[in-house]
């Protein structure tokens, strides 16, 4: 909280998507302090969950390559110098290191699609301390968000089950453009079909789905223009929005037209109900789409849509084909945030730790064990010390050493093959909406008994 | 939920923060079949909230200066074009008018800063109807962020009251960068003091705050240590930490240490504590602070804080001097989303409504009309058409003309002050944290008339 220099506005274009001054103060603050101190040494950080939501029983780990990209490409490049030199914050000897700055660390993490608990470590970074500490808010805020949104998703793709179709329509809701991008990611991650989202095509290969919107319908003077209008433009895969003014109508009116757009060579694929009780209305719309011979035409329902009404509309056998998912799932609306940290665990060879009240932080580099049974379902966790060799799965994997990938990353493809695998192994009561938060996350005797030492020896 | 096209990867990068293609794909198909049907005429849309959520008795418009640049910078470069020529969905008529796309429209908006209501224009665009549709997503998703923050924090600061110090400490769990960014600007025309998140400063001219974190502390082999090096390297508006390990027993620490670096011309400012109850260490730590003679040391409280937390530290006289907000604030935790919508009110000369249940909306081009008490007090708004002329102040004022910005748009600093200005017109209810949604919003005798006749007309 000290207070600012006056506001240096001159400096250029920042692209906040790349820079690493998408950090706070306190970051370049430490960093400058750190050298001031000579404390360059090894330093361990670890980014973990303290606490699950009431709403969800487990994390699906999601964000890493774009941490990944993040880590390695950030540069204090002309803009950065710019600032760093006019807001006169900075000694020359700690513009002149930024200048030079490049990741020279390692980073082991979690894979991208992996189940995760609480307290065990998803991401570490291994670097000279002020290296791994600058890095700090942008880690959090890319690992936290990409996260946040596949552990959302992945319950909305347990409550749809097979068949159906899930889409994410977030974007115009989404904090932003990052977010509505990086939703579009996550959500195809936890097993979504694709998104509205343009830039997900390009960005990521991530199918990309539209119809047309109710000012389509309203442009036009009466409905079943709209209808043909649409249809002739845009006659592949058709789908039209029926809910503009009277839903069951505009149904009719759907079968009216079918023989025409039939005889126009325009195959109907599905109707979109985005008002009203959706239940009530997809019955209503199946009985009159199949009383005229559209048995083969979908139907997909979008509008406040969350896992909830997903569950609900599987469990009442509603002729509903697909769900189109916005703001429910780009804002992860019933529990915003996750309870996480990227904490230091280690710094110059000795364990680290926090004991702040409700904050405390288990010390020393780490590895999680998964111990899996027969059939391949999970069955306990146990995080231990890195040193340790328990049985059962190590869950974090080298990524990044001394500044340079180990391996390539897994495709999109690959880690959505990881997630179904994943939910396959699931204990039973995870998988559903109910909180169930009893599955077990021990801790192993190495760590408790470093816990216990540090705790003995008192604070610093 | 047309099939999408084989994805189409090799697209050139695209700038997300400025693209007209961050969009949902319907947005690019519409405008398709608009051109496809010679539907080109004239179009109003009008952007607005549904629904206040229950814990907000006012919303703040904010947005628009990104808005404004967004809709007069949306060009279709070379990134967008490659993309929109291999993705195989568009005409080479659609792809061409594209690439000449300039916004050639018309916006009117509320100013950023001004209280509005559910049902309220605040903000409106009239441009050929492919056009002006094409904006809707990216339009959206600005001014529904900022607005959605601004609001937040502006519960915040009528809790905190004068004479207190609010900081946005939010970047790490906002959702993305540019959330993150937004987020401070939103804040900040709230009225909050400032932001840890550095690209404000840059972006924005806000002031940027940051002191140190707990690894600073737990890299040094013990406390005091930590505050001397930290205190030596920055010595201008020293703020420590002290709850790393114990809260009171660092506050003794900092009256050890408060004379040597008095003698070393260095002034400690403040102290900031993160964890625990931070009502009953405050109390302890000023009476620590005020009896080692430290009275003018400020004490500053972060770590969970939302509008509640604060109006319940000034409830009870709670020695907290200012807040560092973080996740409450960036995601608008208690209510991540506004129920918002760019509708189409008018088109070709002819005022238009959905009637979708539970989202019908107001036709025609609206404004809104505030009439004011002898003090200045907010009593009663209309919304009417833009044609009536009502007593009041009408709240929409032209903002581009042809596609070309009015005037310029206000400075930060003159949006905080009509930010003020807004506070001292509230209804004392609608200051409070307890629900008030008793603010009379009329609608005008001219558009209930036109509603009226709407209606009877039926649907189209």
Redesign the interface.
């Known amino acids: 909280?000290?207070?600012?220099a006056s506001?240096?506005?001159a400096?250029p274009m920042?692209d906040?998507?790349r820079?690493p001054?998408?950090?706070?103060?306190?970051?370049?603050?430490?960093y400058?302090?750190?050298l001031?101190?000579g404390?360059v040494g090894p330093?361990s950080?670890e980014f973990f969950v303290r606490k699950l939501p009431p709403c969800r029983n487990f994390l699906l780990a999601c964000g890493l390559a774009q941490v990944v990209e993040f880590v390695l490409g950030a540069r204090f490049g002309e803009?950065e110098l710019a600032?760093l030199e006019g807001?006169g914050r900075f000694s020359p000897r700690t513009i002149a290191r930024l200048a030079r700055f490049r990741f020279t660390g390692d980073v082991d993490a979690v894979p991208e699609g992996t189940v995760v608990f609480a307290h065990e470590p998803i991401l570490r970074v291994t670097a000279p301390?002020p290296e791994a500490?600058l890095l700090?808010?942008?880690l959090?805020?890319?690992l936290?968000?990409q996260t946040?949104i596949a552990s959302k998703a992945a319950r909305m793709v347990l409550a749809a089950g097979e068949g159906k179709?899930l889409?994410d329509?977030g974007?115009?809701?989404?904090?932003?453009?990052?977010?509505?991008?990086?939703a579009a990611r996550a959500s195809y991650i936890a097993g979504f079909a694709?998104s509205?989202?343009?830039?997900a095509?390009?960005?990521?290969?991530?199918?990309?789905?539209?119809?047309?919107?109710?000012?389509?319908v309203?442009?036009?003077?009466?409905?079943i223009q709209a209808f043909l209008?649409?249809a002739?433009?845009?006659p592949?895969?058709?789908?039209l929005l029926i809910?503009?003014?009277?839903t069951e109508?505009a149904a009719q009116r759907v079968v009216e037209l079918a023989p025409k757009l039939a005889a126009e060579g325009i195959p109907l694929?599905?109707v979109?109900i985005?008002?009203?009780?959706l239940a009530e209305h997809a019955r209503k719309v199946r009985r009159i789409l199949d009383e005229g011979g559209l048995r083969e035409v979908r139907i997909?329902a979008s509008?406040g849509i969350d896992e909830q009404l997903i569950a609900r509309h599987v469990a009442e056998g509603v002729p509903i084909d697909?769900w189109?998912v916005g703001?429910s799932l780009t804002?992860?609306?019933d529990w915003?945030?996750?309870d996480?940290a990227y904490?230091?665990v280690d710094?110059?060879g000795k364990p680290?730790?926090?004991?702040?009240?409700?904050?405390a932080t288990l010390p020393a580099r780490k590895q999680v064990f998964r111990r899996f049974d027969r059939s391949g379902r999970m069955v306990a966790d146990t995080i231990a010390l890195e040193s340790e060799r328990l049985a059962g799965e190590p869950l974090l994997v080298p990524v990044i050493r001394g500044g340079e990938l180990v391996s390539p990353l897994p495709s999109l493809a690959r880690i959505r093959e990881r997630v179904q695998a994943q939910y396959r192994s699931l204990p039973e009561p995870l998988k559903g909406l109910e909180p169930a938060h009893d599955y077990p996350v021990d801790i192993s005797q190495g760590l408790s008994r470093l816990v216990q030492s540090l705790d003995q020896a008192g604070?610093?």
């Open positions: 909280m000290s207070a600012a506001p240096c506005t400096a920042l906040i998507l820079t001054l998408l950090t706070d103060l306190y970051e370049l603050t430490m400058d302090a750190y001031e101190a404390m330093a950080f803009a600032w807001c301390l500490q700090e808010t942008r959090v805020n890319l936290h968000f946040l179709m889409l329509f974007l115009r809701r989404a904090h932003g453009a990052e977010a509505g991008v990086l694709g509205a989202t343009v830039p095509e390009p960005l990521f290969g991530i199918p990309v789905y539209g119809t047309m919107a109710h000012s389509f309203q442009a036009h003077e009466d409905e209008h649409f002739r433009a845009r592949q895969s058709l789908v809910d503009t003014y009277d109508r694929r599905g979109r985005d008002s009203g009780d997909f509008g697909g189109g703001t804002t992860s609306n915003a945030s996750l996480c904490k230091l710094y110059a680290r730790r926090k004991r702040s009240e409700g904050k604070d610093p």
